[in-house]
């Protein structure tokens, strides 16, 4: 059977764009034979609400939820002992994690990759600590490990090892990570060590021709964890209690560090750069409920901060712009609650 969509989701930031919630969304409304993972490792954390309950997962996507096959692609990077762990946790929350399957070409991060990463990466870049960046580094030297080499892997039977790709039908791909910290696009070297942007889905094994929708993630705010001289404004002193209030309401804590993520105003300069890059037609702006309970509307545009009057000045200021400057978005959608999206 031959592929048939694909609808892609990817962060438009920093990560940590409701991408969990989203492609949740997505697979309640729309029939996917796959939902899939193309980029980075256990290094990326997607929260998920399923009957008021929270879940968190790092590498697995979110068609475990929902009994759907899940493909974790070659451009992935395993931490084998992290992998087990999250099969482990998903088991004992009553999920089955036997349709979930893995490229035998994507790379094992192994204890080394980790120690290098906590060494070399962790205190100078605000690494994720999770040997993404020595894991890559190997990969590209050509004397990494590739996953159906490697013995210690207990799900034999869960390794796509074809040389066609294993996917058919209607196609979930959920991006990890963001726009920013891409390689090739972002703030380098305060990036991830690898392709966050839409493109890079079609390492899964797919032509560009197939892909549908591509939903664009993002905030209402900005968001950074880990090391980024680029992130704030330079006025972004005058609203350190502001952006320390949106933080705590916001729960603005690392899923996989637990780290405290430094806030700023949403930069539309940025935000429309990456719209045009990944081509995004459809676009969620998640949290409006954090800046309704702060009463504050604010964003970045021309390099300026512009305060509004109210959420519906903001709302109308930050559509009409966009829309204007981004001639591939079609929808722009605001989300006010973790669980659910309305009108997406
Ligand atoms: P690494 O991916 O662990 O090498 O970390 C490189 C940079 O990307 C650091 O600034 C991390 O904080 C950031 N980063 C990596 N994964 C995520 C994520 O899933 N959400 C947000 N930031 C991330
Ligand atoms: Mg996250």
Redesign the pocket.
């Known amino acids: 059977m031959a592929i048939k969509s694909v609808d892609i989701c990817c962060?438009l930031a920093?990560?940590?764009e409701a991408k969990g919630k989203i492609v949740s969304h997505l697979i309640q409304k729309n029939k996917y034979d796959w939902i899939c993972r193309w980029n980075?490792g256990s290094?990326?954390?997607h929260t998920i609400y399923i009957g008021g309950k929270k879940y968190a997962t790092h590498i697995i996507p979110a068609g475990v939820f929902y009994n759907i096959p899940c493909y974790i692609g070659p451009d992935c990077l395993i931490n084998v002992d992290a992998f087990i762990k999250e099969i482990n946790y998903l088991n004992d929350n009553g999920f089955d994690t036997s349709k979930i399957f893995v490229s035998g070409n994507a790379h094992v991060i192994t204890k080394e990759h980790v120690n290098d990463?906590i060494s070399q990466?962790q205190k100078q870049?605000?690494?994720?600590?999770?040997g993404?960046?020595p894991c890559a580094r190997d990969k590209f030297a050509r004397k990494g490990i590739l996953l159906k080499d490697y013995d210690k892997f207990p799900y034999k039977d869960n390794i796509w090892t074809e040389s066609h790709s294993p996917l058919f039908g209607d196609i979930l791909c959920e991006g990890?990570?963001?726009f920013w910290?891409d390689i090739n696009h972002g703030m380098y070297p305060?990036?991830?060590?690898?392709y966050t942007l839409p493109y890079s889905a079609c390492s899964l094994g797919f032509t560009h021709r197939v892909i549908r929708n591509i939903y664009g993630a993002a905030k209402v705010y900005d968001t950074?964890?880990?090391?980024?001289p680029y992130f704030e404004h330079h006025d972004a002193h005058l609203y350190k209690d502001t952006f320390d209030n949106i933080a705590t309401i916001g729960e603005e804590y690392?899923?996989?560090?637990k780290?405290k993520r430094k806030v700023e105003w949403l930069n539309l300069d940025k935000m429309i750069y990456a719209i045009n890059i990944c081509g995004t037609n459809i676009i969620i702006m998640s949290k409006i409920d954090i800046l309704e309970k702060i009463n504050t509307f604010a964003y970045i545009y021309n390099s300026e901060y512009v305060v509004c009057d109210d959420k519906k000045d903001f709302i109308r200021n930050i559509n009409t712009i966009i829309l204007n400057k981004c001639s591939v978005v079609d929808k722009i959608i605001y989300s006010d609650n973790p669980e659910t999206i309305n009108h997406l």
């Open positions: 962060g920093w990560g940590d980075g290094n990326a954390g990463d990466y870049q605000g690494s994720t600590g999770s993404i960046a990890a990570q963001g910290l305060y990036v991830t060590s690898s950074r964890v880990g090391v980024d690392g899923t996989t560090t780290r």
